[in-house]
């Protein structure tokens, strides 16, 4: 019987040269299906552009596509290419409520001024160096809505992905008029000044989440074998810092896959955080969704052959069925190492992308069977 897990990884813009050739994305997802991968992330969204020819920035924002790629559509030629392999698509929006990065909020609030988040002084909400939309506002959420569902409409793909960005909004953030007087009509005093109040935490994580539920409905709404892929950062640290509510979102069923970043560079970090998943956030009936994120290369940061087959080898222990990597050329340096110790090991033995089903399946028969293989280990290490 095959294997069903989630063997994914991103592709990014940023330190990739993916995306600069037809040439280099057929490559790339040649060398992803013979490594033993069945899912890519391509980045759709970043920048305050968009990988795809799209009316709607055009119509919006004058701007068709990420200007490097004028003349080109390579979500269209990953779509191409990755089905030629039989490699499944789930497109990345990265940059989500972010408007840019170090750019002052960029050609988005340059032109849409009134979109503008603003934290407790009223100045341009920033954070790491990104500066946001206003999550909060009705009409920024129906264009990021729009942008997702005209990829949807237009592309062959198999779900859609948001991330720490999307839904995500930094705890700062939260005090233009607008807002501030939802709150007002609501409780009848203005927002506190402290932005790690407890209701006013959840007051706006509440209004994500209803995104989120929208967004779910109309993507399922166009096909319903669709995946709601998100990747947030670790829950309670997302909460408090970005409004993330990911344990709701998952017993309101808002999601199909949900990749945490669980982005440690040693194995025992990885492992705490693993626990902490399973034991207190993920339950029976959620497991089947986990497959973490992993940092495979962060600037001249890549992981360890050991680290990556412990991590790997620990998340099947705990029932685990996948995992995400972070990013692709990390798997390129050194004459294809890491590839070549996923090919040679875990990955050997091909895997079949799980459907719906398999995602919503209970935890008790992956328990069983990862402590079979448990079992099993054992044995072979005492004879």
């Known amino acids: 019987m095959a294997k069903v897990e989630i063997r994914g990884v991103w592709l990014p813009t940023t330190d990739s040269k993916v995306f600069n050739s037809r040439e280099n994305i057929a490559q790339a997802m040649d060398f992803l299906a013979q490594t033993g991968f069945n899912v890519v992330f391509p980045v759709v969204w970043n920048k305050g552009a968009t990988m795809y020819p799209s009316q709607l920035m055009?119509?919006?924002?004058?701007?068709?596509?990420?200007?490097?790629?004028?003349?080109?559509?390579?979500?269209?030629?990953?779509?191409?290419?990755?089905?030629?392999?039989?490699?499944?698509?789930?497109?990345?929006?990265?940059?989500?409520?972010?408007?840019?990065?170090?750019?002052?909020?960029?050609?988005?609030?340059?032109?849409?001024?009134?979109?503008?988040?603003?934290?407790?002084q009223g100045n341009l909400l920033k954070k790491n160096g990104f500066e946001w939309l206003n999550a909060l506002d009705p009409e920024v959420q129906d264009f990021m809505l729009n942008i997702i569902l005209e990829v949807v409409k237009n592309y062959d793909v198999d779900g859609i992905q948001g991330d720490d960005r999307l839904p995500a909004f930094p705890s700062e953030g939260g005090y233009d008029r607008e807002t501030q007087e939802r709150y007002r009509q609501q409780f009848g005093e203005n927002p506190p000044k402290n932005f790690k109040d407890g209701r006013w935490l959840q007051w706006r994580a509440d209004i994500l989440t209803e995104f989120l539920a929208r967004l779910y409905q109309e993507v399922k709404a166009i096909n319903s074998n669709l995946l709601i892929s998100i990747t947030p950062n670790i829950h309670d640290w997302a909460y408090k810092e970005y409004l993330q509510d990911s344990p709701t979102w998952l017993k309101r069923g808002l999601v199909d896959m949900i990749h945490p970043q669980i982005y440690r560079r040693d194995f025992l970090s990885y492992k705490s955080i693993i626990d902490k998943l399973v034991n207190e956030q993920f339950t029976d009936n959620t497991l089947s969704k986990l497959a973490p994120g992993i940092l495979m290369k962060i600037g001249s940061y890549r992981i360890s052959s050991q680290h990556l087959l412990q991590a790997i080898e620990y998340n099947r222990d705990c029932g685990i069925s996948g995992e995400v990597f972070f990013f692709y050329e990390g798997l390129r340096e050194e004459n294809n190492a890491l590839a070549e110790v996923l090919r040679k090991g875990p990955y050997a033995q091909s895997a079949v992308f799980p459907s719906l089903l398999d995602l919503n399946q209970d935890r008790v028969s992956k328990k069983r069977s990862s402590i079979g293989q448990r079992l099993l280990r054992f044995l072979k290490n005492i004879v």
């Open 58 to 120: 055009h119509q919006t924002f004058n701007t068709e596509i990420n200007p490097q790629f004028v003349g080109r559509d390579p979500l269209a030629e990953v779509v191409t290419e990755a089905r030629r392999v039989g490699l499944k698509i789930i497109p990345w929006f990265e940059y989500g409520f972010a408007s840019s990065y170090n750019l002052n909020g960029g050609q988005l609030l340059a032109k849409k001024p009134e979109w503008t988040a603003r934290d407790s």
